[in-house]
């Protein structure tokens, strides 16, 4: 490629052409997610988590459209790096965002890639066992200490009960049921209590995006950011709307 053509590939990180939009009349060029802050909130806590373990290999597994992966390869560049999903979609996106980035992704069972690939040092599933079925969750919490190998860790995060439950998800969890659904296959080693549920953290999510404008002030809206993650990412079991739990196999 050319100078212009490379400068142009680098534009690809991000489909920036689907962000304007045009339905039923109304033009729209931006793109929100309310609770973004949170969600790279608990995405950092997971990988400030990862970087303390000796570890050569990862599995995330519901990977979605690979985000997490995405945050890892830049922590790790030299760990193995493997996630899966049932959504084909959500794999071809994986595989799009994280072009070059030498990850791998498959719809397969964990179990299966990890006969592939080996067992892993540790086994993410972030915010995945909402989205499964109470009764086919002992089948998953299997399938995930399968992958894992006998002196790794798993890392599960989901949302808390304090929580109403999303109409996508089938439950949302206190320490207590979490540890009786992951029990038969997976023993939980510590609890940490996330997302402070609190007016600030309404103010904040209204100060960086709402119906009449987007923060985009890049100072500002870090500074927003850093404060929720110093004052409101720690909490308590009662005031907490995730929770994040790390597993080893029974």
């Given at each position: 490629m050319d100078i212009k053509q490379t400068k142009q590939e680098g534009q690809y990180s991000f489909p920036y052409h689907?962000?304007?939009s045009l339905k039923k009349g109304h033009f729209s060029q931006t793109r929100t997610l309310l609770w973004g802050y949170a969600y790279i909130s608990y995405l950092e806590t997971v990988l400030d988590?990862?970087?303390?373990?000796?570890?050569?290999?990862?599995?995330?597994?519901?990977?979605?459209?690979?985000?997490?992966?995405?945050e890892a390869r830049?922590?790790?560049?030299?760990m193995a790096l493997s996630g899966n999903d049932y959504s084909e979609r959500a794999i071809a996106f994986a595989k799009a965002f994280n072009f070059g980035n030498n990850v791998y992704f498959s719809?397969?069972?964990?179990?299966?890639?990890?006969?592939?690939?080996?067992l892993f040092d540790i086994v993410t599933a972030i915010e995945v066992l909402e989205h499964i079925p109470p009764q086919e969750i002992d089948s998953f919490s299997k399938s995930f200490a399968a992958a894992l190998?006998?002196?790794?860790?798993?890392?599960?995060?989901?949302?808390?009960?304090?929580?109403p439950v999303n109409?996508?998800?089938?439950?949302?969890?206190?320490?207590?049921?979490?540890?009786?659904?992951l029990g038969p296959n997976l023993a939980v080693t510590e609890i940490f209590f996330l997302n402070e549920s609190s007016w600030k953290n309404w103010v904040i999510q209204?100060?960086?995006?709402?119906?009449?404008?987007?923060?985009?002030d890049q100072k500002v809206a870090t500074a927003l950011y850093n404060y929720y993650r110093k004052n409101?990412?720690?909490?308590?079991?009662?005031?907490?709307?995730?929770?994040?739990?790390?597993?080893?196999?029974?």
């Open positions: 689907h962000i304007p988590y990862v970087e303390k373990v000796l570890a050569a290999s990862l599995l995330d597994i519901g990977c979605g459209d690979g985000k997490f992966l995405y830049k922590r790790f560049p030299d719809t397969r069972t964990a179990k299966e890639i990890s006969k592939e690939k080996g190998s006998p002196d790794g860790i798993g890392i599960i995060t989901v949302p808390s009960d304090n929580q109409q996508k998800h089938y439950q949302h969890f206190n320490e207590r049921t979490l540890r009786e659904a209204r100060a960086l995006s709402n119906r009449f404008f987007i923060l985009n409101l990412l720690k909490s308590t079991p009662e005031r907490c709307e995730r929770l994040m739990a790390i597993v080893q196999k029974n």
